[in-house]
């Protein structure tokens, strides 16, 4: 069964960071592309970032362009995203999210997804 | 930039009942690179639609979606009581990739 648990979402103050990470289990976590997406609250999705199965290559969404890094530890099974210089409009449930097309690095299509960590961004 | 717009943004129906959700592009999707996802209170989203027309794994068969180029939609022929939840479409194929609509809200009658 395929398993996404993303962690390390919290209070944080403006300008400040934090890094999220997702443990993935029941696939073969290194053929695959992996993605974040966010929610703020009660609102929709948006596209934040993209690692290709080997790392070596990521995209990000311009709103995050600069600020954010992902990265993955193929060995541990684990992607992540270090997040800086944060801002109130961060503030968003993050998503971890496997890609249905293994190799696809910037389509997206997210086929299975962790149930996500809450990064509340406030003085 | 290509923006999807969902309609309606509220659909109140009874189980039993078909449910016809729009999403509309402001430029061509690229091959039909359209998704759709449902999202419950408190949950994840999940994968109903790719490629405008194909059903995900396990997604029953009363889901399906049609559409090309600017108009797409996704269609539940008859409403079970869990597919009540929030409904988004999703562009992969065009620039700046990965967009999705604002959602359409599926309710009970």
Redesign the interface.
Known sequence: EVQLVESGGGLVQPGGSLRLSCAASGFTFSSYAMHWVRQAPGKGLEYVSAISSNGGSTYYANSVKGRFTISRDNSKNTLYLQMGSLRAEDMAVYYCARGLFKQWLVPFVGDYWGQGTLVTVSS | EIVLTQSPGTLSLSPGERATLSCRASQSVSSS?L?W?QQKPG?????LI?GASSR??GIPDRFSGSGSGTDFTLTISRLEPEDFAVY?C?Q??SS????????TRLEIK
């Open positions: 690179y998704a996802y949950q994840a989203p999940r994968l790719y995900a794994t988004y999703q992969y194929g700046p990739p990965n967009t999705f609509g604002q959602g």
